[in-house]
């Protein structure tokens, strides 16, 4: 069924029609009420009976498909596009999901994982192997071996052991832990503990002794000078 309303753009008419004069206005807008009434095409010898003639202005307006129908371009596309959402929304209503159609995802080829540590639970690929290696140098092992003891002790399972050393390495970091799960000593506190404040008092109480004793002297050469 034909909406009743004839999607309509004034602008753009207008912009169509400059060099209309009224009357091919007039039979024009005739002409593209009653293709739309009829599906949105009408054959040529329609088109004319509907102007009274040939009028080559009105036909250089329309466009041909490939049965030789003319149509307005505009209005087909939106009868089009109230058709398309007159299907979703009856669907809808219906109870039934509109959905397109996926692409298939391609399958990237799999590479085989090598595996590593003292119970050989830890699974890497040479190339995630190579990039671990990159960033941690030679605490890499030690690394592996922390994952491989504790997936043997707990029974773990984990989808990819390269995301989790990364992820560990990480968390570590943020909680300051070292490879070995120790925390990370604070250098500077480490520094205060050694330091010794009754040596830093004395050190500096000879330093302001000897400083009175330069300013003491220097005032007496003053007043025996004068």
Not at 58 to 66: A, C, G, R, V
Not at 144 to 172: F, P, S, T
Request: net charge neutral; with cysteine; proline share 3%.
């Amino acid at each position: 069924m034909i909406n009743p309303s004839m999607p309509f753009y004034p602008s753009d008419f207008m912009g169509e029609t400059a060099l209309f004069t009224n009357e091919q206005i007039g039979k024009y807008l005739k002409v593209l009420c009653i293709a739309y009434i009829n599906g949105g095409k009408l054959t040529r010898e329609e088109i004319i009976s509907i102007c009274g003639g040939v009028d080559e202005r009105i036909f250089n307006s329309l466009k041909s498909d490939e049965e030789g129908k003319l149509y307005h371009e505009r209005t087909v596309y939106e009868m089009k596009k109230r058709e398309e959402f007159a299907k979703k929304k009856a669907n809808k209503k219906n109870g039934r999901k509109v959905t397109r159609e996926k692409k298939p995802k391609e399958e990237k080829p799999k590479e085989d994982k090598k595996s590593y540590g003292e119970y050989n639970r830890v699974f890497l690929t040479d190339k995630q192997y190579e990039r671990l290696k990159e960033k941690y140098g030679a605490s890499l092992d030690a690394r592996i071996d922390a994952l491989d003891e504790y997936i043997e002790m707990n029974d773990k399972e984990y989808k990819n052991h390269y995301a989790v050393i990364v992820h560990w390495d990480k968390r570590n970091k943020d909680r300051k832990i070292d490879i070995n799960g120790e925390p990370e000593k604070d250098k500077y506190k480490e520094i205060m503990t050694t330091y010794d404040a009754t040596e830093f008092f004395e050190a500096a109480l000879e330093r302001s002794e000897r400083m009175f004793e330069a300013m003491r002297e220097e005032n007496s050469k003053k007043t025996e000078s004068a």
